[in-house]
């Protein structure tokens, strides 16, 4: 099973497979009810084009957009038999356009049930674990025949280094999370404002829906970044580390940005007679936290990197000098 993952054909049935539930998954996502006034599903929706309401127009659009998805499958068949990425490719960036303009299209108007959330959460997760294997499979194809590994690559792999670096990773997935749950601000006559209560509370106002969106940007390209460094740790684990510190900054300053927007909210309603106060500090703090662990396990790579001398070869001595010294003497 150890060389079967290794087989860039086998990696591409995963990945085709993958796909192929995340399609059928967006299937069942769309034969659900949309909440009242429309409660039908896409399918009906898209058929009742004569009644020109806006909510008709996207159900049509959406419904090709999810017929269109079938041809990216196709395509990543394809690719397996030419032995390239390009299908695979497509297929994730069509998935990850359907599932956000579902997120966006339910953040702004509030019609998805929860249940449906929750597929498109699934569908998200599924579409990294391809892209994973995407990118895992494009450097099998593209991996020289040479396999060697130098003495630096073969300490690295056999330290827990990569893999405490790792799971400084994922906490720093965790505390980007905690953003959409973090008040980002709260005064003293309403609720707090949290960016989750945009899709599991039917929040409406406009400064938080604008919020989540941004929010949920900078939260998608993190996970599209994790998903790169996460292949980078089955094949290079110093690049994988390197890319580490790029993604454990890039959460360091959406924190940051996350706490002086939520600042700045407190001010404007502190100003405007509302008094208010933010905790949205905690994710920026969490973060800084760390990245100072991260920078420990980073100073041990370079030391381990600075402790592995490369070998000596052993040479014959050279007696040439000798035997001209030996002459000038006599």
Known sequence: ???????PWFIGLLSIGSLLLVFLLNWGLMSLHLASPYEENFWVLAGGMEAGTWVNVFAFAYTLLFYFSIAPILFSGISILKKTNKGFVF???TFMVFEAV???FHAIFQLLSTFALI???TNVILLLFALVLTIIRSKHLGRAQDQKKTAKELKLNLSRIPLLVLFADIVAILIQILTFVVPAYATDSGDPAILANVLFAGETDIVMVVFFLIEFAFFLGLILFFAKCVSYYFYDKAGFIQKSKTLLTYVFIVTLVFFL???AMVIYQTI???PAETIAYIPMLLATLDFFVFSIF???????NHSVLEESKLRFPRIESLFYVILMTA
Do not use: T
């Open 1 to 7: 099973m150890k060389m079967l993952i290794r087989k």
């Open 91 to 93: 297929g994730i960036i």
């Open 102 to 104: 579902l997120i966006v």
């Open 119 to 121: 597929l498109v959460i």
């Open 261 to 263: 927007a939520g600042l």
């Open 272 to 274: 405007n007679g509302n």
């Open 298 to 304: 980073l100073g041990k790579f370079h030391a381990l």
